[in-house]
């Protein structure tokens, strides 16, 4: 069985730096042709694609506004991790990981999600 675990904290200064990591388990997010994404809901809003990292490791990300500073993977841990500098209260929302056979479109496999709010 597949699941996903985010893990991050709930509250963020603006200004400060955003990061948050997705544990992935029953499966290993080298395998081929899955795609590990982000996505996030602010509050009132529609669910917004963040960026994916494949299993070869490439990065894609969402064009601005709001270009996410990295994506990234600890392949040893079977992890994926969301970098967010210089955050705003816009950037307050649900945020949830991931994963599925494409970098946009229906995904197989979500985590629960986790509250980020940011506020002084």
């Known amino acids: 069985q597949v699941q996903l675990q985010e893990s991050g904290p709930g509250l963020v200064k603006p200004s400060q730096t955003l990061s948050l990591i997705c544990t992935v388990s029953g499966v290993s997010i080298t395998t081929d042709y899955y795609y590990w994404s982000w996505v996030r809901q602010p509050p009132g809003k529609g669910l917004e694609w963040m960026g994916a990292?494949?299993?070869?490791?490439?990065?894609y990300y969402r064009p601005s506004p709001r270009t996410p500073t990295s994506i990234s993977r600890d392949t040893s841990k079977n992890q994926f991790t969301l970098k967010l500098t210089s955050v705003s209260p816009e950037d307050t929302a649900v945020y949830y990981c991931?994963?599925?056979?494409?970098?946009?479109?229906?995904?197989?496999?979500w985590g629960q999600g986790t509250l980020v709010t940011v506020s002084s």
């Open positions: 990292i494949g299993y070869s490791g490439s990065a």
């Open positions: 991931v994963g599925g056979r494409e970098v946009l479109g229906a995904y197989d496999h």
